[in-house]
């Protein structure tokens, strides 16, 4: 959860998606209020209009009785439990009703209204409660009369029901426009960052040496300065490859000499002294060929760009091998689980895999397998052989530099050395095991690159 929110896209959707909704909802509120005040006003006005119109027509006869000249004009005051309802009534306590109560009484609480005065009351009607307008009427030649009309609450109920409802889906539809609007309007602002983002990728895969800069002008400052930074970081690298190899030649060189005077040393009789001066010799030659391959590792296992297909660099290899092991009848077979990019530098995935895949060949009998697969973040070669093997407690002592446990077959001791640092140095591993095939495993894991 805590992830979600470190997202500008969910951040701004969500503010959005909440002003929408409480802003929308505030507006459905006052507009139902609103509403609500207008119709119950509409209703009062129009009980207003059936009392005076029922108050006209309304006479109390020499004899007191109540006689209603006519009808009323409104045709909803006839049918039974219509909801419309009226009654006039005496202070003698004779009262007349309209045709919707069916000879039912609609109660008129309390005393007289003063002459003249209104009310407005809620009474328990025959179909539920009424909202009531009662008011006193005067007569020529008598005393005053209580006129009650009604209606049903549930109909301004259902009025104000059916309203709110067709509101509520009305607003719930303007609700869903705007916030696919504003996810729209998030997806195209936030764009050109995601474009810079798959340009980031792509520069750390390899694919592409700089940002491009037609972006918007908030960020083209920025793309631009991580341009300016990307070419300072290449530039800084190519100088520190240009002096590695600088002084890999400076050191070798005099090297070569020391190495040619001890032959001729050798060759005039001084064989103790010239295997002594080899020996030193090939020692510095090993500590220069482990920190050089080192020393460009470290270099650049944090630029950007740095990243080998593994098959691309796998297949030359064992082709290579294949050939120079073929007289010993070592055959090598590789199986793709997957087509893995690592965060390595292409040489240097070359010199690990070289080393390892040649020190198989050497203790091969017959047959050497690699596997390559993906295991989520991380990208994993095995290299099994059909050899002799190596017992568990020697598993640490062969990656010693200069370490040999078999000085009969050709090599420096340089080789699982090398393959160690430099994969630690990209953040791998290096492990040993025993193989299926009955000689030694060696599982070599890389961090994937990421696209």
């Not at 004779?94 to 209104?118: K, V, Y």
């Not at 793309?223 to 800084?236: T, W, Y």
Request: net charge neutral; aromatic share 6%; glycine share 8%.
């Amino acid at each position: 959860m805590r992830q979600l929110w470190t997202s500008f896209r969910t951040r701004l959707i969500v503010g959005a998606v909440i002003w929408i909704i409480a802003g929308l909802a505030v507006s459905g509120f006052l507009l139902s209020e609103l509403f609500k005040a207008h119709v119950t006003q509409q209703f009062d006005d129009e009980l207003h209009g059936h009392a005076a119109e029922l108050a006209a027509l309304i006479e109390l006869t020499p004899d007191g009785k109540l006689v209603l000249h006519r009808r009323l004009s409104d045709p909803r005051f006839l049918p039974k439990d219509s909801g419309f309802y009226w009654r006039v009534e005496a202070r003698s306590g004779q009262s007349i009703t309209s045709p919707s109560l069916a000879g039912r009484d609609l109660p008129l609480p309390g005393p007289f209204p003063p002459s003249g005065a209104e009310r407005h009351v809620f009474v328990d009607g025959p179909s539920g409660q009424l909202r009531l307008v009662e008011r006193s009427v005067a007569t020529p030649n008598g005393p005053p009369l209580r006129l009650g009309i009604g209606v049903d609450q549930r109909l301004l109920d259902e009025v104000l029901g059916r309203f709110n409802w067709t509101l509520f889906l009305s607003l719930t539809i303007v609700a869903s426009g705007l916030i696919a609007a504003a996810m729209l309007q998030v997806w195209f602002g936030l764009r050109p960052l995601t474009r810079m983002r798959h340009a980031l990728s792509a520069v750390r895969m390899g694919r592409a040496s700089r940002l491009p800069e037609d972006l918007p002008s908030e960020v083209r400052p920025l793309a631009i300065d991580l341009n300016a930074l990307l070419e300072g970081n290449q530039e800084m690298l190519r100088r520190a490859r240009t002096q590695a190899g600088n002084l890999a030649h400076a050191l070798k060189t005099p090297l070569a000499i020391l190495t040619d005077e001890a032959e001729r040393m050798r060759a005039s009789g001084q064989v103790e002294a010239a295997d002594v001066i080899t020996l030193q010799c090939e020692r510095m030659r090993r500590q220069i060929d482990y920190q050089i391959a080192r020393a460009r590792a470290a270099a650049l296992k944090r630029a950007p760009g740095v990243a080998a297909d593994v098959r691309a660099t796998l297949d030359p290899i064992v082709a290579a091998l294949s050939r120079l092991y073929a007289r010993r009848d070592v055959s090598f077979a590789v199986t793709y689980e997957a087509d893995p990019i690592v965060a390595v530098d292409g040489q240097d995935l070359s010199e690990i895999l070289g080393n390892v895949l040649d020190n198989a060949g050497k203790w091969a009998s017959s047959r050497t397998e690699v596997v390559v697969r993906r295991r989520g973040d991380v990208a994993e070669i095995v290299v099994d052989d059909d050899g002799p093997g190596l017992p568990p407690e020697s598993y640490e002592h062969v990656f010693g530099l200069g370490e040999r446990l078999d000085e009969r077959t050709p090599g420096h001791g340089l080789g699982l050395s090398i393959v160690r640092d430099l994969v630690g140095l990209y953040e791998g591993r290096v492990m040993l095991d025993a193989a299926a095939l009955g000689g030694l495993r060696v599982i070599l894991i890389f961090p994937a690159a990421t696209a």
